[in-house]
């Protein structure tokens, strides 16, 4: 049987990587698993670490991997596809974990420029995408995220897509990505499903 496919979308707050990994995940029969949803649930309950993760959401920063990485560790245990990773990884140290845990397939970057990431943030209007807030979580993006892309490119898994087209422009842009990259895993002789 073929091992389950697993894909991680990554890009700028405001890029849609949200929507996009949702339409993947349906498209697929993948779990969708969104660490901002994971970690926002984890926000809303009761007790301290509740208390520490508001914190670092309020303030638009990242929270600490360890208790990131224990979130996307149990998530895809209950999984019983596939994934599409929604928001992770996003530091070097969660690459390293996501290594452990799954045998990754393919990353899309939903590329999108800042100004329009920016842009796109601030006519949300909610709460926490106040100018501030929005600078950092898009700050935290340049620092420590937009750096993986690099390696991830390296090892011939980064699949970079337009993300200032209409939802289902893009999505089609990351369904030819999914099919390229499967064409090139079969051709290596890696059959996935
Ligand atoms: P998102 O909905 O993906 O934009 O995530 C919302 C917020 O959750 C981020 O601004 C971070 O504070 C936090 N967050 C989400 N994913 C991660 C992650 N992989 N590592 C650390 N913090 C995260």
Redesign the pocket.
């Known amino acids: 049987m073929d091992r389950p496919l697993h894909i991680a979308v990554i890009g700028r ?1 405001g890029s849609g990587k ?1 929507t996009q990994a949702e339409l993947l995940a349906e498209r697929l029969g993948l779990s969708h698993l ?3 949803d994971l ?1 926002r649930d984890e926000a809303a309950a009761s007790g301290p670490t509740a208390e520490v993760v508001r914190g ?2 309020e303030a ?4 600490p991997d360890a208790l ?1 990485d224990a979130l996307v560790a149990r998530a895809i245990r209950a999984a019983r596809t596939g994934t599409v990773l ?6 070097a140290a ?1 690459v390293s974990m996501l290594d452990r845990l799954v045998d990754l397939d393919l990353v899309v970057e939903l590329d999108l420029p800042p100004s329009e990431a920016m842009r796109r943030l601030l006519a949300r209007g909610r709460h926490d995408d106040d100018p501030v807030t929005a600078r950092r ?1 898009l700050d935290a993006y340049e620092h420590a995220t937009a750096p993986l892309l690099r390696s991830y490119r390296e090892r011939g898994l980064l699949a970079t897509v337009d993300g200032t087209g209409s939802v289902e422009e893009v999505h089609l842009a990351i369904l030819r990505a999914v099919i390229d990259a499967r064409r090139h895993e079969r051709a290596r002789g890696r059959a996935i499903a």
Do not use: E, N
């Open positions: 707050q949200g969104s660490t901002g970690l670092y959401l638009g920063a990242l929270v990131v929604d928001g992770y990884p996003r530091t969660q979580r």
